[in-house]
């Protein structure tokens, strides 16, 4: 992953809502959001969610797909995966880690 790939895709989580947004993707899964289904869980009107998605979607962290009339939104999980193994990549300067339930957590 580059390090401008990462410091935009940092960038649009580093606002509330679009991490917000972005963690009910992730809860979501492969079957996704519609831009409805969002708006109800997070309360906010549909122009300003519709920006906050161009900016998920503009860091490739989401995806958008149509299906029949509706658009879903999607987590893209590898994209995610390869931003978490930049930011832990030679963690701990090789040391091992230990497994956690959710990730791998470093034990320094």
Request: hydrophobic share 45%; proline share 3%.
């Amino acid at each position: 992953m580059e390090e401008n790939d990462v410091v935009r895709s940092l960038a649009a989580l580093a606002h509330g809502l679009r991490l917000q947004v972005f963690r009910l993707l992730v809860v979501a899964g492969p079957s996704g959001l519609t831009p409805g289904a969002i708006t109800e869980q997070v309360g906010v009107p549909g122009a300003t969610l519709s920006f906050h998605l161009k900016e998920l979607m503009n860091a490739r962290l989401i995806t958008q797909e149509r299906e029949g009339r509706h658009l879903i939104y999607r987590a893209a999980f590898e994209h995610m995966n390869d931003l978490l193994g930049f930011l832990t990549a030679n963690c701990c300067q090789g040391e091992a880690c230990f497994e956690n339930t959710a990730a791998t957590v470093c034990a320094c």
